[in-house]
């Protein structure tokens, strides 16, 4: 893709801070944060001077993460007393992490096992735009999907690989993981809270996974005159776990509200915009 012309450009720290917004929000909300930091970079005037290295997502992906830590942080403190044995419920909060580990498994298995395939659909607008026409559609029938009584310490190894398949789906760029797996959990009975608990937790490992894949690339990037200032790195990734914490508590209200459908007709439009960028190119 060719960039815009720019007319006028935003400072190092501006961007910074708006891929950070971005990435806070659309991390968690319902909407695909895949294609929106490719194309805010892109985009953006000024966008062309950001730095080609992973330094940037993988300071805003750590800071999304300890949005989820700090988040579900009784959950995971449940988790780990589990898994020392400790606690009235030690076995199920142990069972539940073997769902969580067996939930992940497919992500991983499609990550690894189709890379390429997957760097070639990021590279391909349409398949985004697509994908962020089903994800609008998903979250336009989860108004039929009021939530069941299904609670985390009673989720069957079943749904939890189902909602593993969804997260694995989610890879494509256009598709929500958040939207994808929460309503999936609806549809198989969950509960409002069980089912945004378990994507959110199933986020810990898909999250980690995201950064520790960059790694290679920021160990192997030299540092240059274009690099920002690791003041402004650490600000911006502040602000992803700032806006991802926020972000987190809206979703969290919007679902108990039952109004996860609201982000539907965002979807189709941005989906709609990009088939009509790809179609006219």
Same mark, same amino acid.
């Given at each position: $893709?060719?960039?815009?012309?720019?007319?006028?450009? $935003?400072?190092?720290?501006?961007?910074?801070?708006?891929?950070?917004?971005?990435?806070?929000l659309?991390?968690?909300?319902p909407?695909?944060?895949s294609?929106?930091?490719?194309?805010?970079r892109e985009?953006?005037?000024?966008?062309?001077?950001?730095?080609?290295?992973?330094?940037?997502?993988v300071?805003?992906h750590?800071?999304t993460l300890?949005?989820?830590l700090?988040?579900?942080?009784?959950?995971?403190?449940?988790l780990?007393?589990?898994?020392?044995?400790?606690? /009235?419920?030690a076995?199920a909060?142990r069972? =539940?992490?073997?769902?969580?580990? =067996?939930?992940?498994?497919?992500?991983?298995?499609?990550?690894?096992?189709?890379?390429?395939?997957?760097?070639?659909?990021? /590279?391909?607008? $349409?398949?985004?735009?697509?994908?962020?026409?089903?994800?609008g559609?998903?979250?336009?029938?989860s108004?039929?999907?009021?939530?069941?009584?299904? /609670?985390?310490?009673t989720l069957?190894?079943?749904?939890?690989?189902?909602?593993g398949?969804a997260?694995?789906?989610?890879?494509?760029?256009?598709?929500?993981?958040s939207?994808?797996?929460?309503?999936?959990?609806?549809?198989?009975?969950?509960?409002?809270?069980?089912?945004?608990?378990?994507?959110?937790l199933?986020?810990?490992?898909?999250?980690?996974?995201?950064?520790?894949?960059k790694?290679?690339?920021?160990?192997?990037?030299?540092?240059?005159?274009?690099?920002?200032d690791?003041?402004?790195?650490?600000?911006?990734?502040?602000?992803?776990?700032?806006?991802?914490?926020?972000?987190?508590? $809206?979703?969290?209200?919007?679902?108990r509200?039952?109004?996860?459908?609201?982000?539907?007709?965002?979807?189709?439009?941005?989906?709609?915009?990009?088939?009509?960028?790809? =179609?006219?190119?």
């Amino acid at each position: $893709m060719g960039r815009i012309p720019r007319i006028w450009r $935003m400072g190092p720290l501006a961007l910074l801070l708006l891929l950070a917004l971005l990435q806070g929000l659309t991390e968690f909300l319902p909407v695909s944060s895949s294609g929106h930091l490719v194309l805010a970079r892109e985009l953006l005037p000024g966008g062309d001077s950001l730095p080609d290295d992973a330094s940037i997502e993988v300071l805003l992906h750590l800071g999304t993460l300890l949005a989820v830590l700090l988040f579900y942080r009784r959950e995971i403190l449940a988790l780990l007393l589990g898994l020392l044995g400790r606690g /009235s419920e030690a076995g199920a909060q142990r069972r =539940l992490l073997g769902l969580l580990i =067996l939930a992940t498994l497919p992500a991983a298995a499609v990550g690894l096992g189709l890379e390429d395939r997957i760097e070639q659909a990021f /590279s391909t607008p $349409m398949v985004a735009a697509v994908c962020l026409l089903v994800t609008g559609t998903g979250l336009w029938w989860s108004r039929r999907l009021p939530g069941g009584a299904v /609670s985390l310490t009673t989720l069957g190894v079943g749904a939890a690989l189902l909602i593993g398949l969804a997260q694995a789906a989610a890879i494509l760029p256009g598709i929500s993981r958040s939207g994808a797996t929460i309503v999936t959990g609806l549809a198989l009975g969950l509960s409002i809270d069980a089912a945004a608990a378990f994507s959110f937790l199933l986020s810990i490992p898909a999250i980690l996974g995201a950064a520790v894949l960059k790694l290679p690339d920021l160990a192997a990037a030299e540092p240059g005159a274009g690099a920002p200032d690791p003041t402004a790195l650490l600000l911006a990734g502040a602000t992803a776990f700032l806006v991802g914490f926020l972000a987190l508590a $809206m979703l969290l209200w919007l679902l108990r509200a039952r109004r996860l459908s609201w982000f539907a007709p965002y979807c189709w439009l941005l989906g709609l915009v990009g088939l009509a960028a790809g =179609l006219t190119a």
